[in-house]
């Protein structure tokens, strides 16, 4: 009998790299396929024209996959694992589930782009010991070389060509320090400091800053939550007070929000809430409101950004 001490750990985390869309359609639809047929879940998120092209492939068997649209699911990196994957595996936990993965594309900015590498990073540390096998395609021609590195960095199983590699550059725990950035805020940013008792006016002065810098109303609601979350937070876990700034960068309102308290636990905001639970629900539905958010945590504190769209 095997032990528990050496028993492989059942969640397998492979990065497909393809070149032009019958690479793509090659590696991904016979996975897809290889679960249907073993009566296993199997789920796509990817963006729409990759869903189009596992549709077409699949013909009726289209119909026994669940599609997700990642552009507008995982816009926000941070909420991929509890809404996207975590919601597919939680649903089926009673057997094998395999899904495909492609929250990196050639549209992500600069700006998303170290949130995505966390988030592959991270899944590694969400599934661990889960029957779940998550598939990641890397368009190899569009991405940057340095893109393709980091790939192989967070996945410690690779395919390309047709070949399947462990890859020896998988360092998880690297790529999760080098992307905790230090960030930056501009120097003309709205700033205001609070405490326990100033969390309304901290709120109110925030939504005054983000209405004058031209927020709809919408979405000024949603940047009140995204406040008293963070703001509460800091209160409860990061020391008793903290900082709140807001700016405008293009067409979003950023909500940065600073304290010194550390984040040690690297899933915070990133686990599904059971209905049951009572409270542990702020992150987490920051990271659901924001279109992204980026976060900070060291040694002299933590910083948690938030970006929503003006309009």
């Given at each position: 009998?095997t032990?528990?001490?050496?028993?492989?750990?059942?969640?397998?985390h492979?990065?497909?790299f393809?070149?032009g869309?019958?690479?793509?359609?090659?590696?991904?639809?016979p996975?897809?396929?290889?679960g249907?047929?073993?009566?296993?879940?199997?789920?796509?998120a990817?963006p729409?024209?990759?869903?189009?092209l596992?549709r077409?492939?699949?013909?009726?068997s289209?119909a026994?996959?669940?599609?997700?649209?990642?552009?507008?699911a995982?816009?926000?990196?941070?909420?991929?694992i509890p809404?996207?994957?975590?919601?597919?595996?939680?649903?089926?936990?009673?057997?094998?589930?395999?899904i495909?993965?492609?929250?990196?594309?050639?549209?992500r900015?600069a700006?998303?782009?170290?949130?995505?590498v966390?988030?592959?990073?991270?899944?590694?540390?969400?599934?661990?010991?889960?029957?779940?096998?998550?598939l990641c395609?890397?368009?190899a021609?569009?991405?940057?070389?340095d893109?393709?590195?980091?790939?192989?960095a967070?996945?410690?199983?690779?395919?390309?060509?047709?070949?399947e590699?462990v890859?020896?550059a998988?360092a998880?725990?690297?790529?999760?320090a080098?992307?905790?950035?230090t960030?930056?805020?501009?120097?003309?940013?709205?700033?205001?400091?609070?405490d326990?008792?100033?969390?309304?006016?901290t709120r109110?002065?925030?939504?005054?800053?983000?209405?004058?810098?031209?927020?709809s109303a919408?979405?000024?609601?949603?940047?009140?939550?995204?406040?008293a979350?963070?703001?509460?937070?800091?209160?409860v876990?990061?020391?008793?007070?903290?900082t709140v700034?807001?700016?405008?960068?293009?067409?979003q309102?950023v909500?940065?929000v600073q304290?010194?308290?550390?984040?040690?636990?690297?899933?915070?905001?990133?686990?599904p809430?059971p209905?049951?639970?009572?409270?542990?629900r702020?992150?987490?539905l920051?990271?659901?409101?924001?279109?992204?958010?980026r976060?900070?945590?060291?040694?002299?504190?933590?910083?948690?950004r938030?970006?929503l769209?003006?309009?």
């Open positions: 009998m032990s528990t001490a050496t028993r492989p750990d059942p969640f397998v492979p990065a497909l393809y070149r869309d019958q690479d793509y359609v090659e590696g991904t639809v996975f897809l396929l290889g249907l047929e073993a009566a296993q879940p199997v789920a796509v990817a729409v024209r990759q869903l189009d596992i077409s492939a699949l013909g009726e289209a026994e996959v669940h599609f997700v649209d990642m552009t507008q995982g816009r926000n990196p941070g909420r991929i809404a996207v994957l975590r919601a597919f595996a939680d649903r089926h936990s009673g057997s094998h589930v395999r495909i993965g492609e929250p990196i594309w050639a549209g900015t700006v998303e782009y170290p949130a995505c966390q988030h592959e990073a991270l899944i590694n540390v969400a599934f661990s010991g889960r029957d779940v096998t998550i395609p890397y368009d021609e569009a991405l940057p070389a893109v393709i590195d980091d790939a192989r967070t996945h410690p199983v690779l395919i390309d060509g047709g070949e590699q890859s020896t998988y998880v725990d690297s790529v999760l080098r992307f905790n950035e960030l930056r805020h501009p120097p003309g940013a709205a700033t205001t400091a609070f326990a008792e100033a969390l309304p006016v109110d002065f925030a939504l005054a800053e983000a209405r004058e810098l031209g927020m919408p979405k000024l609601q949603d940047l009140a939550l995204v406040v979350e963070l703001t509460t937070n800091s209160v876990h990061g020391g008793g007070s903290g700034r807001i700016w405008a960068e293009n067409d309102i909500c940065e304290d010194d308290g550390k984040l040690t636990d690297l899933l915070a905001g990133r686990r809430a209905p049951q639970q009572l409270g542990g702020g992150l987490l920051v990271h659901y409101l924001s279109d992204l958010v976060v900070h945590s060291g040694a002299v504190g933590t910083t948690v938030s970006y769209p003006r309009a």
